[in-house]
């Protein structure tokens, strides 16, 4: 796999100005498009740059990409093939061009709510998603395919399904709900890698109504065996890494939510999403994460009926922390834990006496 670290060549700007006039050229994606090449001045490129369209930067591994992408800006004026071009043109590696389409999408292209909610196929399409700057999972996805391939990276776009509340927990869907991508640095299955720019944006409220915008740079390459926990693809030859069999085993399973990827969150338990117990009995917590814990806190309920948040006296033993907690009342009700005041997972409890 390439390095993430790169340096910009001192032909940037030079490269910019060929990219800006290219011919466009077919692509080699399972969606192909065909886009009608616009002159700009290269001046555009810097007079459209929209910086308030991006969060904060990263750090870490892809800082240098991310920093340079976010330079770029919004890039309002030019279709997908020439943002494609411009935003990877910095760039050497195929891991670092598609890390930098990930971050341009991710920050510049919202959750359609309503399309979201009803599973809306229409305008899906990437020039319709450029043109809108908002989509379903699925726009983001075949947005992400189609700048890849424009790239020259091979990208799949992966249909499947995916859990997002406690409720949901044991509750199958009709049909398919998510979209995401397989990106493939090689031709083994160890060089293809798990991406979701959609997720990776922000999030829906629960009524599906209203779009946060929250980056969580993880969903890039993200950890197979996290993913896989959190997402199950029609297709199971996209199930990277091994997982559950099939999709009962998938919705029985507890909510992971984003902020356990930046926590490299490992070694669940219980693995299972519904806690069945009685009043007089703790349930046991246990789990891994990559850097040391401040503080443990349980939410019980939601709405009106949501509890305060309770501090945990948990213990941290090679590496594996847990804590114990015991039900206040007779209910059936959601469960959510939180590390050092992020949530990371979420369960339902059946509660009697």
Not at 120 to 143: C, H, M, Q, W, Y
Not at 286 to 312: L, Y
Request: charge should be positive; glycine fraction near 6%.
């Amino acid at each position: 796999m390439e390095s993430g670290s790169c340096a910009c060549s001192g032909n940037y700007i030079r490269q910019l100005n060929v990219n800006i006039n290219r011919v466009s050229r077919p692509f080699s994606s399972l969606h192909t498009y065909f886009y009608p090449m616009k002159k700009f001045a290269f001046a555009v490129l810097f007079i459209t740059a929209a910086l308030s369209s991006f969060g904060q930067p990263t750090s870490g591994k892809y800082k240098f990409v991310d920093e340079t992408v976010q330079k770029l800006g919004a890039l309002s004026a030019f279709n997908v093939a020439v943002i494609a071009d411009t935003i990877t043109a910095p760039f050497p590696g195929k891991e670092e061009k598609a890390r930098a389409i990930f971050y341009w999408i991710a920050n510049n292209i919202a959750l359609d709510p309503k399309a979201t909610k009803q599973n809306d196929p229409k305008n899906t399409l990437p020039e319709k998603v450029i043109e809108l700057r908002k989509a379903t999972p699925l726009g983001f996805s075949l947005l992400l395919q189609e700048m890849c391939s424009a790239a020259n990276i091979r990208c799949i776009s992966v249909d499947g399904y995916t859990r997002n509340y406690a409720e949901e927990i044991n509750d199958p869907a009709d049909e398919i709900n998510h979209a995401w991508n397989v990106v493939q640095l090689g031709q083994s299955p160890e060089t293809w890698f798990l991406t979701d720019a959609a997720r990776a944006g922000g999030f829906l409220d629960k009524k599906m109504t209203v779009f946060t915008k929250r980056f969580t740079s993880e969903y890039f390459f993200a950890d197979k065996k996290l993913f896989n926990l959190s997402f199950f693809p029609k297709n199971d030859a996209w199930q990277l890494g091994g997982g559950v069999k099939n999709l009962k085993e998938f919705y029985a399973l507890p909510i992971i939510s984003n902020a356990a990827f930046a926590a490299e969150l490992s070694r669940i338990s219980p693995l299972t999403g519904l806690i069945k117990t009685k009043l007089k009995n703790p349930v046991v917590f246990s789990f891994r994460v990559n850097n040391p814990v401040r503080s443990v806190t349980v939410i019980t309920g939601e709405g009106k009926k949501q509890s305060k948040p309770e501090d945990m006296n948990f213990e941290e033993k090679n590496g594996l922390l847990s804590f114990s907690y015991k039900f206040k009342q007779e209910d059936t009700t959601p469960l959510t834990i939180l590390v050092d005041g992020k949530e990371i997972l979420q369960y339902m409890a059946e509660v009697s006496e």
